[in-house]
């Protein structure tokens, strides 16, 4: 019984048309393949670093009423400026440092060049507490009620030696801040930190009101202050808080993809790689066929010129995907692929000798096929 059914299943096998049987041995091998082509990382981080903005810190005779940040955030996000005003208090008339600022930019010195600070309406010259010619600071530590330490300045925190007189003075800052970029998803995140954390060195803390404008969609704009007073997130909000809301104040914003877009990120790789070898794959080897039926002599150089030129196609395509969709997602598009030239770099040697093995597989397959058919036709006439 098991003799027959051998003989049965090799009859089967044998009557089954060539084209069907390589068709898939073909798929069962590019999707072997395809699992190890794709493999390329990233080994860059994905977080490009803003502006450090930063409250006061402030000197121990002084009693800060009240704060209100201004943050007028420009279409695109990528940049903000911040208007920053302190009603204080000060007991006492002397030369000293009231407040001290540790905003700096951790790329450049951009907040350096626009950083302004005003008192009582009057612009004041502003320090920067390192002095690279004398390799000193001039700032001294704070004590940190947390750790119960002195911590040290940073290096561009920046601040300004006034006389105060006695009572009360409104300080105004003003500076341009850039967002930290967080690039790990297909379309940027942008991300506005304000630590609120120096305010618990204050001596005394008043009211705080938080005003945010943006010149882009707020139906995708994020904070960590709750409910504005208006109730919804819009465009232009405002805050009043009369205690520390978070440490860190967080203003994010990142638009997602759009429909076209988003369906093509989900479009896996492999799936575009093993429909474009396919449909060119086939393309190639009706173009062989077709030689081969007429006898014609460009059938081997169809044959290698596709062998080369095919399996390339498929990898350019899957190559070109990715910055097919970056332009479809625009100058929100974070650009964060990994190394996608490895695609076609690692992916070409090892889908090259596959391809070549089955058309000169079909090859064959056609030259056998083609010349018995030649030979049938002879001894007819």
Same mark, same amino acid.
């Given at each position: 019984?098991?003799?027959?059914?051998?003989?049965?299943?090799?009859?089967?096998?044998?009557?089954?048309?060539?084209?069907?049987?390589?068709?898939?041995?073909?798929?069962?091998?590019?999707?072997?393949?395809?699992?190890?082509?794709?493999?390329?990382?990233?080994?860059?981080?994905?977080?490009?670093?803003?502006?450090?903005?930063?409250?006061?810190?402030?000197?121990?005779?002084?009693?800060?009423?009240?704060?209100?940040?201004?943050?007028?955030?420009?279409?695109?996000?990528n940049q903000a400026d911040y208007d920053?005003?302190?009603?204080?208090?000060?007991?006492?008339?002397?030369?000293?440092?009231?407040?001290?600022?540790?905003?700096?930019?951790?790329?450049?010195?951009?907040?350096?060049?626009?950083?302004?600070?005003?008192?009582?309406?009057?612009?004041?010259?502003?320090?920067?507490?390192?002095?690279?010619?004398?390799?000193?600071?001039?700032?001294?530590?704070?004590?940190?009620?947390?750790?119960?330490?002195?911590?040290?300045?940073?290096?561009?925190?920046?601040?300004?030696?006034?006389?105060?007189?006695?009572?009360?003075?409104?300080?105004?800052?003003?500076?341009?801040?850039?967002?930290?970029?967080?690039?790990?998803?297909?379309?940027?995140?942008?991300?506005?930190?304000?630590?609120?954390?120096?305010?618990?060195?204050?001596k005394s803390f008043g009211n705080l009101?938080?005003?945010?404008?943006?010149?882009?969609?707020?139906?995708?704009?994020?904070?960590?202050?709750?409910?504005?007073?208006?109730?919804?997130?819009?465009? !232009?909000?405002?805050? &009043? +808080?009369?205690?520390?809301?978070?440490?860190?104040?967080?203003?994010? @914003? $990142?638009?997602?993809? =759009? /429909?076209?877009?988003?369906?093509?990120?989900?479009? !896996?790789?492999?799936? &575009? +790689?093993?429909?474009?070898?396919?449909?060119?794959?086939?393309?190639? @080897? $009706?173009?062989?066929? =077709? /030689?081969?039926?007429?006898?014609?002599?460009?059938?081997?150089?169809?044959?290698?010129?596709?062998?080369?030129?095919?399996?390339?196609?498929?990898?350019?395509?899957?190559?070109?995907?990715?910055?097919?969709?970056?332009?479809?997602?625009?100058?929100?598009?974070?650009?964060?692929?990994?190394?996608?030239?490895?695609?076609?770099?690692?992916?070409?040697?090892?889908?090259?000798?596959?391809?070549?093995?089955?058309?000169?597989?079909?090859?064959?397959?056609?030259?056998r096929v083609f010349l018995q058919s030649?030979?049938?036709?002879?001894?007819?006439?």
């Amino acid at each position: 019984m098991k003799a027959v059914n051998s003989f049965v299943i090799r009859e089967q096998l044998a009557d089954e048309p060539f084209e069907r049987i390589l068709m898939r041995r073909i798929i069962l091998g590019l999707l072997l393949l395809s699992t190890s082509m794709f493999s390329y990382a990233n080994m860059a981080s994905p977080i490009i670093e803003g502006t450090n903005a930063s409250t006061a810190y402030s000197s121990k005779d002084i009693d800060i009423l009240s704060e209100n940040i201004d943050i007028n955030i420009a279409e695109g996000f990528n940049q903000a400026d911040y208007d920053v005003t302190y009603e204080i208090y000060s007991a006492k008339e002397g030369d000293r440092i009231p407040l001290v600022f540790e905003v700096f930019d951790n790329i450049g010195n951009d907040t350096d060049k626009s950083f302004i600070v005003e008192v009582d309406g009057q612009a004041v010259p502003v320090l920067i507490n390192y002095d690279y010619e004398s390799q000193s600071k001039s700032l001294p530590a704070y004590h940190d009620p947390e750790t119960d330490t002195a911590v040290q300045f940073n290096n561009d925190a920046k601040y300004f030696e006034i006389n105060l007189s006695e009572g009360n003075h409104v300080i105004n800052v003003k500076y341009s801040a850039h967002p930290t970029i967080d690039r790990s998803n297909w379309t940027n995140q942008y991300i506005y930190n304000y630590s609120l954390k120096p305010a618990k060195t204050w001596k005394s803390f008043g009211n705080l009101t938080v005003t945010l404008k943006i010149a882009d969609e707020s139906q995708y704009l994020k904070t960590n202050l709750g409910k504005p007073l208006g109730g919804a997130l819009q465009a !232009d909000s405002k805050w &009043v +808080f009369d205690h520390i809301p978070n440490d860190v104040l967080e203003i994010s @914003y $990142r638009q997602p993809p =759009s /429909s076209l877009a988003q369906w093509l990120i989900d479009l !896996d790789g492999r799936v &575009v +790689f093993l429909v474009s070898i396919m449909l060119f794959g086939f393309m190639h @080897y $009706r173009s062989l066929r =077709s /030689s081969h039926k007429k006898h014609s002599k460009q059938a081997k150089a169809i044959l290698w010129s596709g062998v080369f030129i095919v399996p390339l196609i498929a990898l350019m395509i899957v190559f070109y995907k990715i910055y097919f969709i970056d332009w479809l997602l625009g100058e929100h598009a974070s650009g964060y692929h990994g190394y996608t030239l490895l695609i076609v770099v690692f992916g070409y040697p090892l889908v090259l000798p596959f391809y070549m093995l089955i058309m000169k597989i079909c090859d064959s397959y056609l030259k056998r096929v083609f010349l018995q058919s030649s030979r049938v036709g002879t001894k007819k006439a």
